[in-house]
């Protein structure tokens, strides 16, 4: 099992920045690609970024690219975003996820911290 704890979110106004940790513990032995997905208020979750195990290959959401940048520290065990420029449709839940290389899903889940963004 690998369990997965995001830092706390926070409020911020719009323009600012904010930046989210995701530490990794338990069966941490695999390669994982990690990522971050967001749920707004009232919408489904939706992929942000991710990045693979070896950190040289990346990929954003068209939304936040540009703006957000995910990187890890395998040493650490941990996967941050930090985000820039936010506007207040970036207002969500943000939860860190987990997937094995060869398979299509993420397996694993962070509880989720709330990022608002005022206007």
């Known amino acids: 099992q690998v369990l997965l704890v995001e830092s706390e979110g926070g409020l911020v106004q719009a323009g600012g920045s904010l930046s989210l940790s995701c530490t990794m513990s338990?069966?941490?032995?695999?390669?994982?690609?990690m990522g971050w997905f967001r749920q707004p208020p009232g919408k489904e979750r939706e992929f942000v970024a991710a990045?693979?195990?070896?950190?040289?290959?990346?990929d954003y959401a068209d939304s936040v690219k540009g703006r957000f940048t995910i990187s890890r520290d395998n040493a650490k065990k941990t996967v941050y975003l930090e985000m820039n420029e936010l506007k207040p449709e970036d207002t969500a839940v943000y939860y860190c996820?987990?997937?094995?290389?060869?398979?299509?899903?993420?397996?694993?889940w962070g509880q989720g911290t709330q990022v608002t963004v005022s206007s």
């Open positions: 996820a987990a997937r094995i290389p060869i398979l299509k899903n993420y397996s694993y």
């Open positions: 990045v693979t195990w070896s950190g040289d290959s990346t």
């Open positions: 338990g069966r941490t032995a695999g390669t994982y690609t």
